[in-house]
């Protein structure tokens, strides 16, 4: 079983910036992918970044060139930039974990993002 827990989020005006940090139960290196997904009032949960094992990243079209997802041994990070009021959500940090018998994914609690003057 893989523990999620999502930091980081917070009130922010647009155009202003913020840092993610999902901090995971096991090693980083032994997640099979992350990944970081939101869900704004009303609206389907969405896939905002994605980072395989291998390091390679995906993006939705809305955030690419403002948004960097990233990885160290011990946690997953989402850098927001450039903020503006549709990027308001609650953000969850995402895990698939392939031991022997299967893959599984596994979810955080989500933190809340809102971006407001």
């Known amino acids: 079983q893989v523990q999620l827990v999502e930091s980081g989020g917070g009130l922010v005006q647009p155009g202003g910036s913020l840092r993610l940090s999902c901090a995971a139960s096991?090693?980083?290196?032994?997640?099979?992918?992350m990944g970081w997904y939101r869900q704004a009032p009303g609206k389907q949960r969405e896939l905002v970044a994605g980072?395989?094992?291998?390091?390679t990243t995906n993006y939705a079209d809305s955030v690419k060139g403002r948004f960097t997802i990233s990885r160290d041994n011990t946690k997953m990070y989402l850098q927001m930039n450039s903020l503006s009021p549709e990027d308001t959500a609650v953000y969850y940090c995402?895990?698939?974990?392939?031991?022997?018998?299967?893959?599984?994914?596994?979810w955080g609690q989500g933190t809340q993002v809102t971006v407001s003057s």
């Open positions: 995402n895990a698939r974990y392939c031991p022997p018998d299967g893959c599984f994914s596994y």
């Open positions: 096991r090693s980083i290196g032994s997640l099979n992918a």
């Open positions: 980072l395989t094992g291998g390091g």
